[in-house]
């Protein structure tokens, strides 16, 4: 920096704040501080353009000033007022705490009140650059606070801060810490701008509650907001788009995934931008900066910890409440595994999950774990079978076969991902073997956005426009999958959340959908009324015929409505058979609210397989979890022949895991030998650890 353009800055802060009035001091410095930029910029052989903001009271997240450097978004400038330092932490007052835990997620940001300039990069100062402090007051004294010291300290932190160029990860662990506050940022401008009245981001909140999701406050809209926007570009970029301007972003997305294309041209609209400028442009220019060939090179199972890993950094209570935990590989694949030997022995599907006719749904797919299990396993029998060459035509039938509906946007775009490489990469390491040229995908795939426990029944909302057509046909093929269609194994991790509700509370919204209460007609009453009964009910009469309907407080957990679901979708809705795995908490094996449960597996199944996996650290045995969670956990599978026989009970075999460590119980991965011989026995190769035998019927108590 010239210490000529600090002695002319300074002069004229001392000009400016001699004058009388009752200016803001913030807003006196702006254009001061925006001319040194500019002036600096130039000396270094840049081009420098700022942006000013109108200082509004209620938008407490902008900061006062954007710097551009060859047109490009460099970083932004925070002004407080003279003699308050720029110690961004230690600022005193709720005001300056509350902005700095939300300005802290900004990768290039300056605090300065014009004598104190600091530079932090999310939320902490670069190594080697110290807060820079001017002799003086330059608002009171003019160039006679300023010397050569001062310029050559300031020019080492300008230089820093317009030299910056986003550093993003060369790996999916790393990139989910790095999009988490940036996405945390433009979440907390989203709560702010629905402050302001009649905001173009508080009528698109308006829109998105009526055809996306209607229960949606204003933090649930923000987090959809922020988290569909960072993915929407994320898998844009991922697909190829050199600029992630929502209109050009969306044009990418739209080849594979017309519902995240639309979205993100809804949320992207020119006046929400406006009033999310700082958070929009600089996820986009971070996003622009990452190269796709350090990700799409990468195996679908370096994505597997990524969501969990985003919602840890962007905010840790939000993945406590939607259960954000990833299910162990070894477990995935111990499912995956006995599901595919069951396909053989009792359906003759010696592929497993590549077979014709395997149709596959994992409702709960969050980043799809299981179906690229499915994928892996079954490509493999191809390859041991029929050699590599048979391999691109089964991943093609697969891609078409497979299924899975989930509720978060995140993941949802994750599975998206994962299972794309997973796919794709079986076809071309294939196709380079016999040197042919690569392939990619040229439909896509039937994961869903979706709320598998939404009415199968219920149409899209009405008044849908052109906007809205990749939501009516996202929910209208979900519908389709819901309906009707042969589905051979449902299989995956569905969500254990038992809702607790006080007695008189009427306003929260009981969870459950249409499992538990059936289809809504006008006037609110239910279908019931009218001939149709919730299914759920083949739960719960059991328990209150049996004088247990003080427990059934306990059936109130998602898991238990996922799992009337998968019976009611693959043995009520079809009659092919089938197979059906969950890892579940299990308080379904003996607890007293449950015997409806218990009941209605037994008359479904031919045989069920439970493998009890322990884990409970509520009680005052507490044993070790395969999950990073409280609740005790086991692995169920169930298969029935495609004639049924309801009036004889399945076969149970139950075994549960005791006196092993974590890392025990999920060496279970190899256990079984065989699920279907004449014995059923499942035995274990693990020695570390005595695998309890028994083969037993569950009760009914």
Wanted: net charge neutral; with cysteine.
């Amino acid at each position: 920096m010239d210490i000529g353009d600090l002695e002319v800055f300074a002069d004229a802060l001392k000009a400016k704040f001699a004058l009388p009035g009752a200016a803001s001091p913030e807003d006196q410095l702006k254009p001061e501080v925006a001319a040194l930029f500019v002036a600096t910029g130039a000396k270094y052989g840049l081009t420098v353009e700022t942006r000013t903001e109108t200082h509004l009271s209620e938008h407490k997240v902008r900061p006062d000033i954007a710097i551009y450097v060859g047109g490009l978004i460099c970083g932004y400038i925070e002004l407080k007022a003279p003699g308050l330092g720029a110690d961004a932490p230690k600022l005193k007052g709720d005001h300056n705490k509350k902005q700095w835990a939300k300005l802290k997620g900004l990768p290039n940001l300056i605090y300065t009140d014009g004598r104190e300039w600091s530079l932090y990069r999310s939320g902490e100062r670069p190594d080697g650059q110290p807060i820079v402090r001017l002799t003086d007051d330059p608002t009171d004294k003019g160039k006679a606070a300023t010397g050569k010291e001062d310029a050559e300290a300031l020019d080492r932190l300008f230089r820093d801060f317009l030299g910056w160029q986003p550093n993003v990860p060369h790996t999916p662990s790393g990139l989910a810490k790095y999009l988490a506050p940036l996405s945390r940022f433009l979440r907390s401008e989203v709560e702010n701008a629905l402050g302001l009245p009649g905001s173009a981001v508080g009528l698109l909140a308006g829109e998105w509650r009526r055809f996306f999701f209607p229960d949606s406050d204003d933090a649930k809209f923000a987090d959809a907001y922020a988290q569909t926007v960072t993915y929407a570009m994320l898998l844009a970029r991922l697909s190829g788009a050199p600029k992630l301007d929502p209109t050009e972003a969306a044009k990418t997305l739209d080849k594979n995934n017309g519902l995240l294309a639309q979205t993100l041209k809804l949320l992207g609209h020119d006046d929400a931008r406006k009033e999310l400028a700082v958070g929009f442009e600089m996820l986009q220019r971070s996003l622009e900066a990452l190269d796709p060939h350090d990700f799409l090179k990468s195996k679908p199972d370096l994505w597997l910890y990524f969501y969990e890993d985003f919602l840890a950094a962007y905010d840790p209570k939000l993945r406590k409440d939607y259960g954000v935990y990833y299910t162990p590989r070894e477990v995935v694949e111990l499912q995956v595994r006995l599901a595919s030997e069951l396909l053989e022995k009792r359906f003759g599907k010696k592929l497993g999950f590549a077979d014709d006719g395997v149709v596959f749904l994992d409702p709960a797919v969050g980043t799809g774990t299981y179906p690229v299990a499915a994928v892996k396993h079954g490509l493999e029998k191809v390859r041991k079978r029929s050699g590599p060459g048979a391999v691109p035509a089964r991943a093609r039938q697969m891609a078409e076969n497979m299924h899975g509906f989930e509720v978060l946007v995140g993941p949802y775009a994750v599975a998206h991902l994962r299972l794309t490489q997973a796919l794709e990469g079986a076809m071309n390491d294939a196709k380079a073997a016999a040197g042919e040229p690569e392939e990619k995908l040229d439909k896509r795939l039937n994961i869903y956005l979706a709320d598998t426990l939404e009415s199968p029944n219920a149409a899209p909302p009405g008044g849908l426009t052109l906007t809205y057509r990749a939501l009516t046909q996202e929910h209208e093929a979900a519908r389709k999958v819901k309906q009707g269609g042969d589905i051979l194994v449902c299989l995956g991790n569905p969500p254990y959340d038992r809702q607790q509700i006080e007695f008189d509370d009427t306003t929260t919204k009981r969870k459950g959908g249409w499992v538990r209460f059936g289809d809504q007609i006008e006037g609110g009453a239910k279908q019931e009324e009218q001939g149709e009964r919730p299914i759920f009910r083949d739960f719960t009469e059991p328990a209150s015929d049996a004088g247990a309907g003080v427990h059934l407080k306990n059936l109130y957990n998602d898991y238990v409505y996922f799992w009337r679901w998968a019976l009611w979708r693959l043995f009520e809705q079809q009659n092919c058979g089938g197979v059906v795995t969950f890892i579940t908490a299990s308080s379904y094996l003996a607890g007293l609210g449950f015997i409806g449960v218990r009941e209605m597996m037994r008359r479904t199944f031919d045989e069920l397989w439970i493998i009890d996996l322990g884990g409970d650290n509520i009680g005052t045995r507490k044993t070790p979890n395969v999950f990073n969670i409280l609740t005790p956990v086991a692995i169920a599978i169930g298969v029935r022949a495609a004639k049924p026989s309801p009036n004889k009970p399945a076969k149970v075999h139950y075994a549960k895991i005791e006196g092993a460590d974590r890392d025990d119980k999920l060496s279970l991965s190899p256990i079984s030998q065989t699920l279907c011989g004449e014995n059923a026995q499942m035995a274990g190769t693990h020695l570390s650890f005595l695998l309890e035998k028994a083969i037993t019927s569950l009760g009914q108590d």
